[in-house]
Every structure is written in structure tokens, then in C-alpha cells.
């Protein structure tokens, strides 16, 4: 396991800046997560990071070395595509095998056959072990992937979202499985996703990408509470944080627009808001409400029943402010 | 099954198609039979009318199997006086049966060198064609070359023009390098003209693999050379076995370079086996011998690769 750090970090394909000037440190043992839309640069950064593309400048450090002319063998970087890049040839042994019996590593053959062993059944696939890759169905196969990386003990694992094609209840397993791992073995993890719940489940750290740009690098919580724009306030957040003008409301007008997540909303007195519908999700309310022609949803007690149409009062708590750009005003 | 399906032929159709492939599949196996019972008759009844088609009757149209096709094929023969023949009892059962033509075997003919020069000639030639090809192909799928699509039109323009065209300046060429009637000129000839078909079928199958299984492998401690190996190989061997099929039956059947370029040396089969001439006219079921000893080989090859073949003979239809 080691640091990795990104020094001023760019990549175009052709006219495309992918990734754009990123710097930034991961620590020894830390589990980052980068978080961004589809084009943000996401997997970009990763295949950059593996040396699967190669720089166009700034340079990568793993463990302090510079791996700029590194092949991605003698990087020593496991990776989890998306797209699970299984073996088709192999079986899921064999695939799982690979890696260990790399020129590099040269596993004996026992110890492959113990470390195998012991990662299908984190993985709940002991029984399909014998299978040809081709012969899974595409939540086998995601697990096979995840396991190829994780029967190396490599400086990081780069991971392109590797929970993405499982149904919610394996994903939510191997959620747990993977921040097990982590807080275990302490590995070193950079991981891919757009899913925020991963995100704030499992990372040490966020690392949000815009455009190929990483505007904002902290803690989940950081991130969270203080959010640097309006663009990283939308990334984390279910519902999403409502952006609004701040006029809508009395009082303090220090930036024109407001954003208020969705807890942060008091009801009983302040400004009108009518009820558009209520969504029940068991565990919670989501309430979809109009203010002046702006839409507002906010979580509200699972017991109470709201009638459409009706007009409830509602203020602000602890609001974000931001300029007329989205950049959050202090 | 009574409720009509899009995806399911129906029994009557399944019945018509089936009739139809196995009258046709007869059809053009008649030629091949002829010959195969050709190689079994002797002169006499090769070329009697009406035709004798029947192994063993005594009825019209029947004839009695022989060896003695073969036995011309493998064999030089010498005809002798009555005396000679008389001293000297038949050794075995190939001379008994050139004896009642009152000759004597006195060694063995040129066809088994002819056909030894075809096995080195042809799958020399698709082995070097096929190991080649896949190396530039497999360039040309996955690495950035300048001119790519250039070259590779280059390569296939190699094939626009009947080889009779290049005829004789490759005579004199070969003749000047020292190559002409050699084994090592008969391969890169041959080789020379199946790769750019080489090239341009593996190119495809090689494009058909998606890149990230390479990529896993470098990422899994591979260099790229054994990842090509490793990875991208085992995958391709319906295309290598494809493409090593179309090979070899065109080396194999080469005529007109053979002819022009071999003589005592490195001659194959194809113009040997008409030069096999008998005793009053051609010698028929001696050539007939030898043609369905020539298609022997590609024969159990494409059975041998069959199974890659039939996958790959559809390539581009069924990619998963």
C-alpha cells in the first residue's frame, strides 16, 4: 500500500480536455472517491493513475516514486473495470488466478489456491468457481472483477464502478464487504462512481470532478456541509439540495441565491409553500411543495398526512449561500 | 406444437430445406466420388461406356475393385521378356498385379517426393502467412500506425492482379536469387500472396476483441507482448483457424507458379499428377489415385479446425 499524488494532471483526446489540471494527494490507506456526472473525467483519472493512458503533462508519484514511464505492470495498480473485462477464455479460478501468476508475482501455486479460496467467499461465488467466465450472469461478473483486484495486495485499487450492474441488496453487502476490506487490510483505494450513497458510505475522502476539473477534495462530511458551489452541493444529497432565490425569503439577502438540503426545512411558520404531493418511502416523507412558482422538496415525518393543494408555512434552516455563478458565498 | 412462431421454421420448411441441401450436397459430391472410384478401376474399365459405377458386381454397370491405380502411382515399372518373368517368381502382391502386363516394379515413382513437397510447400507457407499475419494484424487493430488505412490498401492491392501477370518477371527474379525450384522460394512465394488475405481476415477478428481484456492483463502484471499471447490469441483461434484453412487450400492447390518455377526439385503434386502418363494413353486411375490422395490433407484439416471454422466462417454475424 502506498501514498498516491497527482501533480497538475491533464489529458485531451483531441479537442476534449477529459482531465484538466487535477492535483491532488491520496493518502496511504485512505478510500477516495471520485463523484461527477458521465464525461466528468471520472475514469479518465483512473486509467491515467494506472498508466493505461498516458499524460499529456503533470506527472503521477506512487508511494513517492514517479511512474510517469512506468508500464502499468511495474506500477503495480489493481484495477476493476466497469465493464468487468473478464477472461472469456478462462474459468473464474483461472481468471481469479491471473494476476497472481503474473511474471511479476509468480504465485506458488498453493497459496493462489488459498487466496482464491478465501475470496469467493467474501464474494458468495465458491460454487461458480469451475464456471467459464461467459457462463455468469453480469452480478457474477462484477464480483469476479472486484475479486481479481482484490487477491493482489497492489500499492492502490483503482475501481471504475464496480458495484453499478448489481441488484440493491449485493450492492448494499458488498458495500460493507469493500469498507471491511479497506479497514482491515488498509488499502490504499481511489474508486469511481456516481452513486452518492457509496460515496458517503464508504469514502475517507471525495474528490468531486467537473468537467474534468476536481473543484472540491474533503471529507464526506466536508463535502456535505460546506460545499464549495452549487454543483458539488447537487452531487451529495437524495432529495437534492433545493436551490432558490434568496428573496423568496425575509431577512439576511447576503448572496442571491440560497440552497437549503432538504432536512433544512422548518415547517409551522415563515412563508407560504403549497403541497403538490407527498411521496411515503417507509422510512420517510418526501414533499414535493411550490413556493412562488419554485419547486421545493423537503423530508418530513412518515406518520403525518399531507392534502394536495393545501398551503403549509415554511423557513430556512442553516442555508448555504451562493453568488449568481453557483460559487458559495461565506 | 400448434401456435405458429416467428423464430421456429415450421416442420414443413424444416423438411424442404433439408431435401434441398442433401440433393445439392450429392450433387456436387458426385466428381468426388468419380474420382475416388476412379483410383479403384483398372484402365479398362476407367474409361469403358457405358460407365461402370457399381464396387464388385458382375452386372453392367459393375466392375472389380483393384489396387492397381495405386500401385502404378507409387511405382516405376519396366516391361521384360517372358523369360525373365518366368525366372523371376512376383515378389509380393504389387508386383502380381503389374505382371499381367508382363512388367516388373523397378523402383519407386516421383509422387511420394511430389506430395512430401506439397505438405513442406503448404503448410509452411500458411504457417508462415498465419503467424505473420496475425502479428500485423493485430498492429494494425490496436496500434496508432501513421498511413494505416494506406498500407493496408497496399496490402490488399497485392491481390488485384492475376499472379500470371507477375509470372516472369518472378521466374527471372528467382532465378537470379537462387531460389527458383527451392522449397524456401515455393513458401515465401505462396506466403507473399496469402497474407495481405492474412492480414485483412485476422485484422477483423482482432478488431472484434474488445481492447479492455488486453488492458486487464497489462493492469494484472502482463507486458504487452504476453498479454497478446495470453489474452488476445486463445480468442482468436477461430479467425487463426479460419484463416489458416483459406491458406492452406490455396497453396495447396497452386498450379500455375508451380509449374512455371519447380521442376526436379521442389515440384508439388498439382503438376506432377497429370505428367503421370501410361502405357498407350493416360494412365486414369493412377491419376485418379493420386488427385484423391491430394485431397486427403486439406481434407482432414478443415476437419481437424471444423469446429473453429464453422464460428468463424460467421464472423461479425454473432458477437456476443
Given amino acids: ?330 | 406444437m400448434s401456435s405458429f412462431s416467428v423464430t421456429e421454421p415450421t416442420n414443413r420448411t424444416k423438411w424442404f430445406a433439408g431435401t434441398l441441401v442433401i440433393a445439392y450436397a450429392l450433387i456436387t459430391m458426385i466428381p468426388l466420388v468419380w474420382i475416388g472410384l476412379t483410383g479403384f478401376k483398372s484402365p479398362a474399365d476407367a474409361i469403358s461406356y457405358p460407365p461402370k459405377y457399381v464396387i464388385g458386381s458382375d452386372s453392367e454397370a459393375g466392375f472389380q475393385p483393384t489396387l492397381e491405380g495405386y500401385v502404378n502411382l507409387f511405382t516405376t515399372r519396366t516391361r521384360q521378356t517372358q523369360d525373365y518373368l518366368d525366372a523371376n517368381p512376383p515378389e509380393n502382391w504389387a508386383d502380381e498385379i503389374v505382371r499381367q502386363y508382363d512388367m516388373v516394379i523397378v523402383g519407386p515413382s516421383k509422387f511420394g517426393e511430389r506430395f512430401m513437397n506439397s505438405v513442406i510447400i503448404g503448410f509452411g507457407s500458411t504457417f508462415l502467412s498465419v503467424f505473420l499475419g496475425t502479428l500485423a494484424a493485430y498492429a494494425f487493430s490496436r496500434f496508432k500506425i501513421p498511413l494505416a488505412d494506406d498500407l493496408l490498401f497496399f496490402i490488399l492491392s497485392t491481390r488485384m492482379m492475376p499472379p500470371i501477370a507477375v509470372a516472369i518477371p518472378i521466374f527471372l527474379m528467382y532465378r537470379q536469387l537462387g531460389l527458383s525450384d527451392t522449397h524456401l522460394g515455393m513458401i515465401l512465394l505462396y506466403t507473399a500472396v496469402n497474407i495481405s488475405l492474412a492480414v485483412w481476415l485476422l485484422k477483423s477478428f482482432i478488431d472484434g476483441i474488445p481492447t479492455e481484456y488486453e488492458e486487464a492483463a497489462l493492469i494484472d502484471g502482463y507486458t504487452r507482448f504476453q498479454a497478446f499471447y495470453k489474452v488476445v490469441l486463445p480468442q482468436a483461434a477461430t479467425g487463426i483457424a479460419s484463416t489458416a484453412i483459406f491458406c492452406l487450400i490455396f497453396a495447396w492447390n497452386e498450379y500455375a507458379f508451380a509449374v512455371l518455377l519447380t521442376t526436379a526439385n521442389a515440384q508439388t503434386a498439382p503438376p506432377f499428377i497429370p505428367t503421370i502418363i501410361g502405357i498407350g494413353g493416360l494412365d486414369w486411375p493412377a491419376i485418379a489415385a493420386g488427385v484423391t490422395l491430394f485431397l486427403l490433407p486439406v481434407m482432414i484439416f478443415t476437419i481437424l479446425l471444423r469446429k473453429h471454422l464453422l464460428r468463424g466462417i460467421t464472423f461479425g454475424a454473432v458477437r456476443k
Avoid: C, W
Avoid at chain 1, 201 to 221: F, I, S
Fill in chain 1, 1 to 330: 500500500m502506498a501514498e498516491v499524488s497527482l501533480k497538475n494532471v491533464s489529458k485531451a483526446f483531441g479537442k476534449i480536455v477529459a482531465v484538466d489540471d487535477i492535483s491532488m494527494t491520496i493518502e496511504d490507506g485512505a478510500f477516495v472517491v471520485l463523484l461527477g456526472p458521465t464525461g466528468a473525467g471520472k475514469t479518465t483519472t483512473l486509467r491515467l493513475i494506472s498508466g493505461l493512458e498516458k499524460l499529456d503533462s503533470g506527472s503521477v508519484f506512487i508511494g513517492g516514486r514517479d511512474v510517469g514511464n512506468e508500464t502499468p505492470a511495474q506500477r503495480d495498480v489493481a484495477m476493476v473495470f466497469q465493464q468487468y473485462s473478464l477472461y472469456p477464455h478462462l474459468t473464474v479460478r483461472d481468471n481469479l488466478a491471473f494476476p497472481l501468476r503474473s511474471p511479476i508475482l509468480k504465485t506458488p501455486e498453493d497459496v493462489i489456491a488459498e487466496k482464491i479460496q478465501k475470496i469467493a467467499e467474501v464474494l458468495q461465488i465458491p460454487h461458480k468457481l469451475d464456471n467459464k467466465a461467459t457462463e455468469l450472469s453480469g452480478g457474477e461478473m462484477q464480483r469476479v472483477s472486484i475479486g481479481r483486484a482484490l487477491v493482489r495486495d497492489p500499492s492502490i485499487y483503482l475501481m471504475d464502478e464496480p458495484l453499478s450492474s448489481l441488484d440493491a441488496k449485493l450492492r448494499a453487502d458488498l458495500r460493507v464487504e469493500l469498507k471491511r476490506i479497506h479497514a482491515d487490510l488498509g488499502s490504499t483505494l481511489l474508486y469511481v462512481t456516481h452513486d452518492q450513497i457509496e460515496a458517503m458510505t464508504m469514502a475517507t475522502h471525495v474528490g468531486v470532478l467537473e468537467e474534468g476539473r476536481l473543484v472540491q477534495y474533503g471529507t464526506p462530511k466536508d463535502i456535505y456541509e460546506n460545499p464549495s458551489s452549487v454543483y458539488v452541493a447537487s452531487r451529495l444529497g437524495l432529495p437534492r439540495i433545493n436551490i432558490l432565490p434568496s428573496e423568496l425569503f425575509p431577512g439576511n439577502h447576503k448572496a442571491p441565491q440560497i440552497g437549503l438540503r432538504p432536512e433544512n426545512i422548518k415547517q409551522g411558520d415563515g412563508i407560504d409553500a403549497k403541497v403538490m404531493r407527498a411521496e411515503h418511502l417507509g422510512d420517510q416523507t418526501r414533499l414535493h411543495l411550490e413556493v412562488a412558482g419554485h419547486p421545493v422538496t423537503t423530508l418530513t415525518d412518515p406518520h403525518q398526512d399531507y392534502i394536495p393543494e393545501t398551503t403549509i408555512k415554511i423557513s430556512p434552516l442553516n442555508p448555504l449561500y451562493f453568488d449568481a455563478s453557483g460559487a458559495r458565498v461565506v
